[in-house]
C-alpha cells in the first residue's frame, strides 16, 4: 500500500514537473506563432505551388497557419483577412487578388498591430500599411518577352494578348512593358488583346474567340501567365494549326506544365516568375516581429526559357 502511494506520488511529480517546464518554455518564447495567408485564387497551377511553398515553410518553422482561398473574388479575401485580425493572428501573408480595395482592411490589421506582406502582387495603398512586397518586376518581365518575340519574328508581327485579371499588377505591367519595347517597331502590333483571368480555361475560352474572328491573321499569342497559354495552345490547335509554328506562343511564369509545352514544340519560350515566396515571406513577418524593418519590395530573381533549352531543364524545375 505505501510503495503504491509513493509510486503515485512519484508519477504525480513527473507530471506536474513536465507541465511546469512546458509551461515555462511557453511563456519564454511566447507560444506557437500564428499565421494567416490569404491566397486570392487556387484555380492556377502557379497558385498551387506558391500556396505549397507557404505550408511547407510554416511546417518547417513550427508556426500555426490559418489558409484562406478567395476562389477569385476579393471580398472573400477582404473578410479572411477580418476573420484573421479577429483571431488575434501574429502575421498576415497576402497574395491580393487586385490592387486596389485593400485600404480599410489593411488600417485594421495595422491598428491591431498585425503585420501584413504581401506575396507575389501589390496593392496600390499607402506604403505604411504593409510591411514588404515580395515579389517580381512585371515591368521587367513584359519587356524581356517583348524583345524574345522581335528577335523570333524579325520585327514583324500581329499579335494576340492574353491579359491576366484586370486591376492587377501583374496585368498592368507586364502589358505596359512588352508594350515599352514593340513600340519601338512599327510592324509589331497587337491587334487582339481581352482578359482570360490568368486562367486556362478561360484564357482557352477567349483564344477560341480570337482564332474564329482573327484565325489565319494572328502570328504571336502572347500570353501573361502559362496558364491561358496552356488553354490558348489547346485552342490554336483545334482551330487546326500548329501552336509553335504556325503560330508563336510566348508565356510568363515558367511552370512545369510550360516547360512541357516547350519539349513539345508548342510554346516559343518563357519568362519565369518564381511562385516559391513562402521561405521570404516568412522571414520578413520574422523580421516585422524582431522590430526590424525591410524595404518596401523584395524583389525575386527571375530567368528566361527558351523553347530548345527546355529538354535539358524540366527535370529540375521546382515547380
Ligand atoms: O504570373 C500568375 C498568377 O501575381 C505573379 O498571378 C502573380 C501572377 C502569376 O495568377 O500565374
Keep these: 500500500m505505501k510503495r503504491k502511494v509513493i509510486a503515485l506520488f512519484?508519477?504525480?511529480?513527473?507530471?506536474?514537473?513536465?507541465?511546469f517546464a512546458n509551461g515555462q518554455q511557453e511563456a519564454a518564447d511566447g507560444g506557437k506563432k500564428v499565421v494567416g495567408f490569404s491566397q486570392c485564387d487556387s484555380q492556377q497551377a502557379w497558385r498551387w505551388a506558391e500556396t505549397e511553398s507557404v505550408k511547407q515553410e510554416a511546417a518547417k518553422r513550427g508556426y500555426e497557419l490559418k489558409y484562406n482561398d478567395a476562389q477569385a473574388v476579393q471580398a472573400n479575401q477582404i473578410a479572411a483577412i477580418r476573420s484573421f485580425i479577429a483571431q488575434g493572428v501574429d502575421g498576415i501573408l497576402l497574395?491580393?487578388?487586385?490592387?486596389?480595395?485593400?485600404?480599410?482592411?489593411?488600417?485594421?490589421?495595422?491598428?491591431?498591430?498585425?503585420?501584413?506582406?504581401?506575396?507575389?502582387r501589390l496593392v496600390a495603398e499607402d506604403e505604411d500599411l504593409f510591411?514588404?512586397?515580395?515579389?517580381?518586376d512585371f515591368v521587367w518581365e513584359g519587356e524581356e518577352m517583348a524583345k524574345i518575340v522581335v528577335e523570333e519574328t524579325?520585327?514583324?508581327?500581329?499579335?494576340?494578348?492574353?491579359?491576366g485579371t484586370p486591376g492587377a499588377d501583374p496585368?498592368?505591367?507586364?502589358?505596359?512593358?512588352?508594350?515599352?519595347?514593340?513600340?519601338?517597331?512599327?510592324?509589331?502590333?497587337?491587334?487582339?488583346?481581352?482578359?482570360?483571368?490568368?486562367?486556362?480555361?478561360?484564357?482557352?475560352e477567349v483564344m477560341e474567340a480570337f482564332m474564329k474572328a482573327e484565325g489565319n491573321n494572328i502570328d504571336v499569342i502572347y500570353c501573361h501567365n502559362d496558364d491561358m497559354a496552356i488553354g490558348a495552345i489547346q485552342a490554336v490547335r483545334e482551330y487546326g494549326l500548329e501552336p509553335g509554328q504556325d503560330i508563336k506562343i510566348y508565356s510568363i511564369d515558367g511552370i512545369?506544365?510550360?516547360?512541357?509545352?516547350?519539349?513539345?514544340?508548342?510554346?516559343?519560350?518563357?519568362?519565369?516568375?518564381?511562385?516559391?515566396?513562402?521561405?521570404q515571406g516568412f522571414d520578413a513577418l520574422e523580421a516585422a516581429w524582431r522590430g526590424e524593418t525591410l524595404p518596401k519590395w523584395v524583389m525575386s530573381e527571375d530567368g528566361i526559357f527558351r523553347m530548345d533549352e527546355a529538354a535539358a531543364l524540366i527535370d529540375g524545375r521546382a515547380y
Design 10 to 19: 512519484l508519477i504525480l511529480a513527473v507530471v506536474a514537473g513536465t507541465a
Design 95 to 120: 497574395a491580393p487578388q487586385v490592387m486596389t480595395g485593400f485600404g480599410p482592411v489593411l488600417e485594421e490589421a495595422k491598428e491591431a498591430g498585425i503585420p501584413v506582406v504581401l506575396l507575389d
Design 131 to 136: 510591411f514588404t512586397f515580395i515579389g517580381s
Design 154 to 163: 524579325g520585327g514583324k508581327a500581329r499579335i494576340a494578348e492574353l491579359q
Design 171 to 204: 496585368t498592368i505591367d507586364r502589358k505596359k512593358g512588352f508594350e515599352n519595347v514593340i513600340n519601338e517597331y512599327p510592324d509589331m502590333q497587337i491587334i487582339l488583346s481581352q482578359t482570360g483571368d490568368f486562367n486556362r480555361t478561360k484564357g482557352k
Design 256 to 279: 512545369k506544365d510550360a516547360f512541357q509545352a516547350m519539349v513539345d514544340g508548342d510554346l516559343n519560350a518563357v519568362v519565369e516568375c518564381t511562385p516559391l515566396l513562402g521561405p
